[in-house]
């Protein structure tokens, strides 16, 4: 094992810095962020940080850095009040990646990247279509963490679209039947190979592997 | 696809409303968290709420539901101000899960699902013996995430342990050479696929696929 102490972890160049610590969280979601802005141009940004905040309200959060590219992603919701989040699968996971170049203001990244926006009646952001399991949320609350300048941007869940046969007995989704991707580090995408879903577990005894719909 | 409105997802039935929801976020990490309470009692939880937050300062953070089993978790971080986090791998998954039972106040998780406690001289919280990438932090911030009561634990990382092997010439590190796991939905646990780390991405060019080493 190799251990790194504070001063060597403060020394770090800092391009190779940011890709130890980026290791250290393990496997990150990968989401499309669906926006639009005043004038109607619709704006798509990839993020590693989207988590479940809760499900009842259902509330997922994500990280925004002010300063880099996803900022036009914060100005929209700022301005909107409403943005959808999109699961990459592996059939566009390299277009999802060049969503993360610094486009400027007036490019579309929909355009750019040859994926497809898609709107429902409910929601004035756009959607990618590519997207097998995807949902529209209203803007909540954004958490200055004044530790390091970011922002965490809570939004309340309003509408899901999932692929129908992805959606098991007891609720659970087979995100692994959908291609869902994951990224580690900054810029490796995998997919998923699955041990098993684990029985709740109780103290005195131990977990039971379980079906997928969720049955002993 | 399935189109779940706002009007469904509120009248779901709690327990199926929890998995879809917990669904929605795409694959989370899987992380055990080490603490110590003031009785030197050693504490393990698994959490998948664990999230980077930026590498300059380091800061890694994670979701506490304070009515939950992770309760003691925070506790003893409240009381402590260090803890430690310990990527999950295939070799002790089902073990990991299981520290997710309620376990009363005084019985140790290490002792009930046989993982192995390890200290290093510069923290008080105990490392998981098993796991190939952990490190240790002390506590920054509490952030109240106050539309569900929950927390938001912000540690800052200070020292580092990691398989040697894994760590490649530009601070990528290979988790999915130490098999570590993600989870979906509550209970599912996935070892990871490479499909390929890719180039930067810039306006005008596709992103290439590069080595592990991050050479084009």
């Not at 990839?46 to 809760?54: K, W």
């Not at 996971?93 to 709107?119: I, M, N, V």
């Amino acid at each position: 094992m190799k251990y790194i102490n504070h001063e060597e972890l403060l020394k770090m160049e800092p391009q190779y810095r940011v890709q130890v610590i980026n290791s250290l969280s393990g496997f990150k979601s990968a989401n499309l962020i669906g926006t639009r802005d005043e004038n109607n141009i619709n704006n798509l940004a990839i993020f590693s940080s989207v988590f479940h905040l809760g499900a009842s309200p259902a509330l997922v959060g994500f990280i925004s850095r002010p300063d880099s590219v996803d900022r036009h992603t914060l100005r929209n919701i700022q301005q909107i009040g409403q943005f959808t989040i999109n699961q990459v699968n592996a059939d566009f996971w390299q277009a999802a990646h060049q969503t993360s170049a610094r486009y400027s203001d007036g490019e579309c990244e929909f355009k750019q990247t040859g994926l497809t926006p898609h709107f429902i009646d409910n929601s004035d952001a756009p959607f990618v279509k590519e997207s097998q399991l995807k949902y529209a949320l209203k803007l909540n609350e954004i958490v200055p963490i004044r530790l390091n300048n970011t922002l965490l941007v809570i939004g309340e869940i309003t509408d899901i679209l999932c692929d129908k046969a992805a959606i098991k007995a007891d609720g659970y989704i087979d995100i692994e039947s959908l291609n869902t991707v994951m990224v580690s580090g900054l810029d490796s995408y995998h997919t998923s190979k699955r041990l098993s879903r684990l029985s709740y577990a109780k103290p005195g005894i131990l977990p039971t592997k379980i079906s997928l719909d969720g049955k002993s």
